[in-house]
């Protein structure tokens, strides 16, 4: 069976040209503003539930196979960025950098942002088969946490409130003449197509359990937003395993909009990623599992990484203290750590001495405290913009 091309570390990701604009700065903003093409993508019509059905299963396994050979990496973004700040940068100035730095896509060092743009390159050769859908297939904008949902809709996103945090690979639908939608979101390792039917009769997905473990289980479910089409209301609920927790579940709510192409998910999305207070490393499954990496929060205190695996009963995790890696020719790790660090780098198919020198780099952009200081205040004024939403 034909499979579609892969791209290669070496080769610069294919980003089409719908992707690539530069949003307007105004004066105080902490990030460029968002744009949307002014047109509306293409609707692919199925003659019947049969044909899209066979549709979503050739997508969806594309964007599985994307999973299990990609990882999530908010890690190399944010060392590139340290890297050419302290090269290029005033050592006392981060925010005025920041403005002026390009955001870039590297092959196999993917935000969600990278990660949407490989599935639009990787679904290219279903053309063939499926007419129309590689044409219509576009990024949308993403706003997480919304407080306020019928205050945020009725119109297009406001483009100076909120910070376009995530994307997702979008397309809209027409089965038998009834109108849909498609969603696509490895960035959040979901390895299924999300059908949302307007009349929300099959084969609209409706909710399910995109991770059940032994911390709890996260179930989402996406439905047009009733007041304004545009948007496609996305309820996360999270249910804890403590007993004080199985009866509460948590929920929130994110809005995707789905009208228009989003053109900025570099310049803004991807900017805005940069400075984030929390990092990871993640390699997934065929399904979107979590099968090794590490992950962090960004802090002025001691900083420690947890880093995890997969074994036979289960997921082994650590805590260890990124200063043992400080100097790559000083580690100075007990048997228990060595032997997570080596299985860790296996399972995410990266050489040892490559993952402890990635290591070694976060362990002293971290100890720079006041590019930490820096990156910090940026990404409290992104808060700050977004909070009212």
Known sequence: MATCPRSSAQQEVWCPQRGLARGPWIRGAPLPLPVWAHYESPTLTCDTVEQYEELASSVELETQRLLRELRYDTCDNVLRLYRDFKENGEPSNLEHFYRKYQPRIVAERHTCVGLGFELLRRVQCLDQRFPGVAEALYLVSCEETIGDVAGYVGG????????????????????????????????????????????????????????????????????????????????????????????NPSNQVALIYVARPYLTAIDVTERRNLVYNFRSLLARDFKGHLVAGIYFKVTSDQPLFNIFHQTIRGKKRAKISFSKFQDLSKIELDDDEAEIITECARQMNIPLQDFEGLLSALARMLHDSAFVKQLFAINAKINTLAKDN
């Open 156 to 247: 297009p996103p406001a483009a100076d409130s909120g910070e376009k945090e995530h994307i997702l690979v979008c397309l809209k639908i027409e089965i038998a003449g009834r109108r849909g939608i498609m969603l696509l979101d490895p960035g959040y390792h979901i390895a299924r197509v999300i059908t949302v039917m307007h009349d929300k009769a099959y084969p609209n997905t409706g909710w399910f359990t995109q991770t059940d473990d032994q911390d709890g289980k996260t179930e989402y479910h996406y439905t047009l937003c009733s007041t304004d089409n545009d948007y496609v209301e996305w309820h996360e609920r999270k249910t804890r395993r403590s007993t004080s927790a199985l009866n």
